[in-house]
T-cell receptor, first 115, second 116 residues
Framework: GDSVTQMEGPVTLSEEAFLTINCTYT??????LFWYVQYPGEGLQLLLKATKADDKGSNKGFEATYRKETTSFHLEKGSVQVSDSAVYFCALGNAGGTSYGKLTFGQGTILTVHP | DTGVSQNPRHKITKRGQNVTFRCDPI?????LYWYRQTLGQGPEFLTYFQNEAQLEKSRLLSDRFSAERPKGSFSTLEIQRTEQGDSAMYLC??????????????FGPGTRLTVT
């Protein structure tokens, strides 16, 4: 079945540091890929998405490129802020078969940014 | 619209008791999803509805779990004869019907269940 693996965390950075959170996936067909974010005390929110190979999703300074050859969707940001402290989840959606709209999530990566 | 709401936010129950959670989706969304999240893990899919029809159930959803969505609006998730292993955060999400937008799911804050 489909699966998503994220880099083990947590990740602790100083403000303005470069961020990379690794994500790899296993799926049949042509999944869409997502990053969701959960800020403290809030529900999961969609951060960015990519629907086909080589697509780049971007939002709020975060970027991720859909790499089919390496089955990866790594999240990057050039300069993190304290307000980026949150839990980040990589996810895939596979429209094949009957799993229409079902998301498969990675285990999440806790990011803490210090001033 | 204030987004997806869930009630209660926290529930503590004794093993063997029944519990019911409610989810109110974004009003124009006809798809509704339930996920379960345990500590340190990502959400795991449980079931989803398109309007009032329950179209898919995960094998995680044992026969002690039942979900309904009468009239295609709010949904309830009931757990009968709760076990300690049911302790988790139960998340509800909703989305609109088009293929891609189904994955752009809007999540509620969750109901945290603790079974003692």
């Amino acid at each position: 079945g489909d699966s998503v693996t994220q880099m083990e965390g947590p990740v602790t950075l100083s403000e303005e540091a470069f961020l990379t959170i690794n994500c790899t996936y296993t799926a049949t067909g042509y999944p869409s890929l997502f990053w969701y974010v959960q800020y403290p005390g809030e529900g999961l929110q969609l951060l960015l998405k990519a629907t086909k190979a080589d697509d780049k999703g971007s939002n709020k300074g975060f970027e991720a490129t859909y790499r089919k050859e390496t089955t990866s969707f790594h999240l990057e940001k050039g300069s993190v802020q304290v307000s980026d402290s949150a839990v980040y989840f990589c996810a895939l959606g596979n429209a094949g078969g009957t799993s229409y709209g079902k998301l498969t999530f990675g285990q999440g990566t806790i990011l803490t940014v210090h001033p | 619209d204030t987004g997806v709401s869930q009630n209660p936010r926290h529930k503590i129950t004794k093993r063997g008791q029944n519990v019911t959670f409610r989810c109110d989706p974004i009003s124009e969304h006809n798809r509704l999803y339930w996920y379960r999240q345990t500590l340190g893990q990502g959400p795991e899919f449980l079931t989803y509805f398109q309007n009032e029809a329950q179209l898919e159930k995960s094998r995680l959803l044992s026969d002690r779990f039942s979900a309904e969505r009468p009239k295609g609006s709010f949904s309830t998730l009931e757990i009968q004869r709760t076990e300690q292993g049911d302790s988790a955060m139960y998340l509800c999400a909703s989305s609109s019907q088009t293929q891609l937008s189904s994955y752009e799911q809007y999540f509620g804050p969750g109901t945290r269940l603790t079974v003692t």
